[in-house]
């Protein structure tokens, strides 16, 4: 990857990071559902983003995904964003 993706991919895993470490720090033990929601929903359409990078920018990512069980949490973290925001 050229240095122009792995900026991409840094900054897409940092905010990814920044939002899993939000809820597990913060937002979990808040009383309010909606904002552990909010909380949540950040992170899921972080994955997703990250998901599409890899889709488009990894040549061997789609073989990979279907060949790994441990990738079929990603169909669920789709649907859950495909829930929410559609």
């Known amino acids: 990857m050229n240095k122009g993706l792995i900026a991409t991919q ?3 895993n ?3 990071d920044e939002e ?3 809820y ?3 937002t979990r033990f808040n009383d309010n559902p ?3 929601l909010k909380s949540v929903g950040h992170a899921i359409l972080w994955a997703c983003a990250l998901d599409e990078f890899y ?3 990894c040549p061997n ?3 990979l995904r279907k060949s790994d069980l441990k990738f079929e949490v990603v169909a669920g973290i789709r ?3 495909n829930r929410a925001v559609h």
């Open 14 to 16: 940092n905010f990814f």
């Open 61 to 63: 990512y789609e073989s």
């Open 10 to 12: 840094e900054r897409l």
């Open 24 to 26: 597990l720090m913060n």
């Open 79 to 81: 649907y859950a964003r």
């Open 34 to 36: 909606e904002v552990t």
């Open 20 to 22: 899993v470490d939000d």
């Open 55 to 57: 889709k488009n920018k």
